[in-house]
């Protein structure tokens, strides 16, 4: 069955700190995939995504991830993480197409201490 | 600003109501898709429009159904109300982007409509 897990259900850093956030999936053939982020009461906005070519994609706002195909994961970082990136952060694949018909983790919420 | 809107923002029903849901976007965005997503869950795929014609859907039953119109405008119905499908629903849309000879599709999502059902 196609699924994506994010291991995590919340992540505390201090602001200024590193970050990573965990995805995981299962697909029948290699996806494409995604990390969105969501603000309370808003949509959903594309961070990056990564279709093929070089594993390591970058995104907006400073985040990077990094499609590992032997593991199935696609770990989102941010070197220095800023208050306002305390949000909910979703991590989607779809198929190989660009047809984004999307299947979502349960996401991870981020908390930033000052 | 991603050019894609819904309405109503919230919306109130109780049990066994029907419901029609919103979302306009812009000219070119040719594929509308619709998610559910509950409290503390991830979205999922209900179903997707390509050309005002279903283009695939996701493990909803059939009182959730769609329109999409050729001013880029779609609707999300749902019949027979349950407590269940209390929820963000989401709609976004997909357009074409060009980056020099490379095309690629873009989806961008709606802020969404919070639906509670009583």
């Known amino acids: 069955a196609q699924s994506v897990t994010q291991p995590d259900i919340h992540i505390t850093v201090s602001e200024g700190a590193s970050l990573e956030l965990r995805c995981n999936y299962s697909?029948?053939?290699?996806?494409?995939l995604f990390w969105y982020v969501q603000s309370p009461g808003q949509g959903l906005q594309l961070l990056l995504k990564?279709?093929?070519?070089?594993?390591l994609v970058q995104g907006i706002k400073g985040f990077e991830a990094e499609f590992k195909r032997s593991q199935s994961s696609f770990n989102l970082r941010k070197p220095s993480v800023h208050w306002s990136d305390a949000a909910e952060y979703f991590c989607?694949?779809?198929?190989?197409?660009?047809?984004?018909?999307?299947?979502f983790g349960s996401g991870t919420r981020l908390l930033v201490r000052p | 600003e991603t050019g894609v809107t819904q309405s109503p923002t919230h919306l109130i029903k109780t049990r066994g109501q029907q419901v029609t849901l919103r979302c306009s976007s812009q000219?070119?965005?040719?594929?509308v898709s619709w998610y559910q997503q509950a409290l503390g869950q991830g979205p999922q795929f209900i179903f997707q429009?390509?050309?005002?014609?279903?283009?695939g859907r996701g493990n909803f039953p059939p009182r959730f159904s769609g329109l999409q119109f050729p001013n880029y405008s779609s609707e999300l119905n749902v019949n027979a109300l349950e407590l269940d499908d209390s929820a963000l629903y989401l709609c976004?849309?997909?357009?074409?982007?060009?980056?020099?000879?490379?095309?690629?599709?873009?989806?961008?999502f709606g802020p969404g409509t919070r639906l509670t059902v009583l």
């Open positions: 989607a694949v779809g198929p190989p197409d660009s047809s984004y018909k999307l299947i």
């Open positions: 000219s070119g965005h040719n594929t």
């Open positions: 429009y390509y050309r005002e014609e279903e283009n």
């Open positions: 990564y279709f093929s070519g070089d594993t």
């Open positions: 976004a849309s997909t357009r074409r982007g060009y980056s020099g000879l490379d095309s690629y599709n873009e989806q961008f």
């Open positions: 697909y029948g053939a290699t996806p494409y």
